[in-house]
């Protein structure tokens, strides 16, 4: 762009000035379903920042609650742009940022950026950074997002894509991806052990089941229906248990896949209360249960102290991941080891995909393609 920053402003390899449009589809009214694809005008990157040409996004179920306004922390803003799996390349930098990351395939995450200087960023506890920045929310927590051709963000914090792994299938592991295969690792389990996810045949079990296997883990799929059968044991799931076919005999039905001890840690996935009120009881002596999914409504986890006590039990909960998490996660996928089930569409079909999404319809991770790599 002509004026008085176009100096700072370094462009990668083949791009001779900045673009002038942007397609993106926006929010039109939060808390309704309802997107509509418009032209924007590009954004100029800043110190700091990088202008990246999103190829591909992922649509997620937090996606969904942010154009809809339904969780407390976090909401979408009229006319805004949503969008938290994006892969795209560098095309141009603002001051102080490395040129060596001009044309480069990169990922912008949930976390856009954090402030990388207060105690809980110093502890890798990215999420809790209270300078964080949403990608695609509204208000002051947010920064537009994936879901339009050319998005700023940091240049510190976007997420390096190993060659070798198909942008569309990089896109859906930046945020799901990332957030089960961390739930999994903060376990530190030894190879071999035994892992419930309660969940296993959705968007994040189908991936969970596939990070657990790749860190040596034996899983538990627990899911309802021959369809999620078929597909959690095609993932390597050691044993299924279906919650309908077992009905208040589940809990015993997981203890005996596991050893008849119980399993050494329950990842819930889903956000279901129930899940969350049965998960407790799956574990064998040690176990640790890790919540992942949030239930919209009330969905405790009861646990008697006694029980914490005398069978020695953790409760904790994982949200997103590190950089450092990403590049790990992403790193297995491009080994081949993991590899998520996506569906990709054109940016247009955005409002069919949140209305499938919205009634539980969707069998794959949707992707959207945003723009020609
Ligand atoms: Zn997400
Ligand atoms: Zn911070």
């Not at 538990?220 to 076919?245: N, R």
Request: hydrophobic share 40%; with cysteine.
């Amino acid at each position: 762009m002509p004026g008085a920053h176009a100096s700072d402003v370094q462009l990668a390899k083949g791009i001779s000035s900045l673009p002038k449009t942007n397609r993106a589809a926006v929010y039109t009214k939060v808390g309704e379903v309802a997107t509509e694809v418009r032209e924007l005008s590009v954004p100029e990157p800043g110190p700091g920042q990088v202008l990246v040409k999103i190829t591909h996004s992922g649509v997620c179920h937090s996606d969904l609650h942010v154009m809809l306004g339904d969780w407390s922390f976090v909401r979408g803003d009229d006319g805004g742009v949503g969008g938290h799996e994006g892969v795209g390349n560098v095309i141009a930098a603002g001051a102080g940022v490395d040129p060596s990351l001009l044309g480069k395939r990169v990922g912008i995450k949930w976390l856009a950026t954090i402030c990388m200087s207060c105690k809980q960023c110093w502890h890798d506890r990215d999420c809790m950074c209270a300078g964080a920045k949403i990608s695609g929310a509204g208000g002051a927590v947010g920064t537009p997002g994936t879901f339009q051709e050319y998005t700023l963000s940091d240049a510190k914090y976007v997420t390096p894509i190993p060659d070798g792994l198909d942008s569309e299938l990089a896109a859906p592991l930046l945020c799901g991806g990332v957030t089960v295969y961390k739930a999994l690792k903060i376990l530190k389990l030894e190879a071999g052990s035994w892992v419930a996810i309660p969940g296993a045949g959705g968007g994040l079990g189908h991936l969970g089941i596939q990070y657990a296997k790749a860190m040596g883990y034996r899983v538990i799929a627990i899911d309802g229906g021959d369809d999620k059968k078929k597909l959690c044991e095609s993932l390597g799931a050691d044993v299924f248990v279906d919650f309908m076919k077992e009905g208040d005999n589940i809990v015993k039905a997981v203890r005996d896949a596991a050893d008849g001890e119980g399993a050494d840690a329950v990842v819930v996935v889903n956000s279901s209360a129930r899940s969350y009120a049965q998960a407790p009881d799956f574990l064998a002596i040690g176990g640790t249960l890790v919540a992942v999914g949030i239930p919209g409504g009330s969905g405790p986890v009861t646990v008697e102290p006694a029980e914490l006590v005398i069978r020695d039990i953790r409760i904790m909960g994982s949200a997103v991941g590190t950089r450092q998490d990403s590049v790990e996660a992403l790193a297995l996928a491009a080994r081949g080891l993991v590899k998520p089930i996506v569906k990709v569409e054109d940016l247009s079909e955005l409002t069919n995909i949140f209305k499938k999404m919205h009634k539980g319809d969707l069998v794959a991770r949707m992707v959207v393609k945003v723009s020609q790599d």
